[in-house]
């Protein structure tokens, strides 16, 4: 039962961006204005302050889910300002 | 351009496997199967039977005696162990035959299949995993603090059959617009997290003005966090704001394979009693919102029953259908062959609430000045 890739990527791949708090570097994938698609490695997740404060309150909260990083969220905000991280629905609005 | 003549695109599908996820199981309640009386149980493409013997122990053993294939669903718990109704061959939790009644000695050596069980929260559960290797700990299902509290109601607990492979129900946890097709949700703030062994559903909804709510008060909305620990059970932390009061419940989502081609669906219910919701309102609240939830997977398993199983779903901008299958896949395959990306964090968000127009006019006053500096 080998799972398929997901051929939106294929049309539109995912970009690497960087966090600028602590250099984590993801893949980041932006469909339109509100939606945003980032996929992690061990590395970045390994690095990412915010989850490692996350997992130290883990044993104290609820179930433990760490939602985002606000700083990396903000990276991929920046990433989208400097035209690096494109959107898809607004490329295709442009060359279509 | 398109091509000149159109491909006609095909739906795909291998079968479903014919091995069964490793992973926590929830078979019920504990109530239901702790009476001291064997139960039968259709999972993982074998018969069962589940049995507490004299010591307290519910253990889930292969339903057949390994003597002559009797059935020991059919037989009768003496002592800690379950005796088969052909010739009172007396089985324990741990596999071995303790005893046959009318020889001296017992085959000790030999062993029937057995499943590791967990009772917690009113629940019982079963560990199956292929390879016979034991639960690890960090897969264990949290606990669900409300379920032995006073402060909150029973399971309200339903369970259905579903004729169709178990990936169906999996997939709803990308599926945001059938929240709103199919659950009566408006979602404003939508996420998705796989990591691990851990696939989360994030998901603030405001009330549909133009359907019934769940309740007698206006529905300003509701917050759910939905996790799958592993490959069948989902606790959902669901809270209904409403206007005068928020309730407070905990939705579980979970099923186990009877085959590749069926599986036992169950859902159950808590809610927080609180000065809004005591006793009997709570479990009032309890059976509505059951009910109402009820309702949702009545019309998913009216889908689901007549859809074709889709290995190439045709996706635009929405759901991530193909990694949640990725993540999905890892209970599938040996424990040492689970790849990096399967068990990777993966976040997929979708917030309808950012104020869009206006950053939107950065970006293209910041895209217009680097262009007109010749950088692009």
């Not at chain 2, 000790?108 to 929260?121: C, K, P, V």
Request: aromatic share 10%.
């Amino acid at each position: 039962m080998a799972v398929r890739s997901d051929n939106r990527l294929a049309d539109f791949p995912m970009v690497p961006v960087a966090c600028s708090r602590c250099g984590a570097c993801v893949l980041a994938r932006k469909s339109s204005w509100n939606q945003t698609t980032v996929q992690w490695n061990a590395e970045a997740s390994a690095a990412c302050l915010e989850r490692r404060d996350a997992q130290d309150l883990a044993a104290h909260s609820g179930r433990g889910l760490f939602l985002a990083c606000s700083a990396l969220s903000g990276s991929i905000h920046d990433a989208v300002r400097s035209g690096d991280l494109a959107v898809v629905d607004e490329s295709v609005r442009v060359t279509t | 351009m398109q091509s000149e003549i159109d491909e006609i695109r095909q739906i795909e599908a291998e079968a479903a496997p014919a091995r069964f996820a490793r992973g926590w199981h929830c078979l019920g309640l504990t109530r239901d199967f702790g009476d001291g009386k064997p139960h039968a149980v259709h999972a993982f493409g074998q018969k069962l039977v589940v049995f507490r013997g004299g010591d307290g122990r519910i253990n889930v053993l292969d339903g057949y005696c390994r003597h002559m294939g009797g059935d020991l669903s059919q037989g009768e718990v003496k002592g800690d162990e379950i005796a088969c109704p052909f010739h009172d061959w007396r089985w324990g939790g741990d596999g071995r035959c303790k005893k046959v009644p009318y020889s001296k000695r017992a085959p000790r050596l030999a062993r029937t299949a057995t499943w590791t069980t967990l009772e917690q929260d009113g629940m019982l559960f079963l560990w199956n995993d292929p390879e016979r290797n034991p639960p690890p700990p960090e897969q264990a299902i949290p606990r669900i603090e409300g379920a032995t509290s006073d402060e909150w109601t029973d399971w309200h607990w339903y369970t259905t059959v579903v004729n169709t492979n178990c990936r169906e129900i999996i997939d709803n946890v990308v599926d945001m617009a059938h929240f709103f097709y199919i659950h009566g949700s408006l979602p404003t703030h939508f996420k998705n997290i796989f990591e691990g062994h851990v696939a989360t559903q994030y998901m603030n909804g405001e009330g549909r003005p133009d359907i019934g709510d769940p309740g007698e008060s206006k529905l300003l909305g509701t917050t759910s966090v939905a996790s799958y620990f592993g490959p069948s059970f989902m606790i959902d932390d669901l809270t209904y704001h409403y206007e005068d009061a928020d309730h407070k419940t905990i939705l579980i989502n979970c099923h186990y394979p009877i085959d590749a081609n069926s599986f036992v669906l169950q859902y159950g219910i808590i809610v927080k009693k609180s000065d809004a919701l005591p006793g009997d309102a709570a479990l009032q609240t309890a059976i509505g919102l059951g009910d109402f939830v009820k309702m949702g997977f009545e019309q998913d398993v009216e889908i689901w029953k007549n859809k074709a199983r889709i290995d190439n779903p045709l996706l635009c901008e929405e759901g991530p259908v193909y990694q949640l299958r990725r993540w999905y896949q890892q209970f599938y395959v040996d424990a040492a062959d689970v790849q990096p990306d399967m068990t990777d964090r993966f976040e997929y968000e979708l917030d309808t609430t950012s104020p869009n127009e206006e950053w939107m006019k950065v970006v293209e006053a910041n895209l217009a000045a680097k262009s007109a500096a010749g950088t692009t």
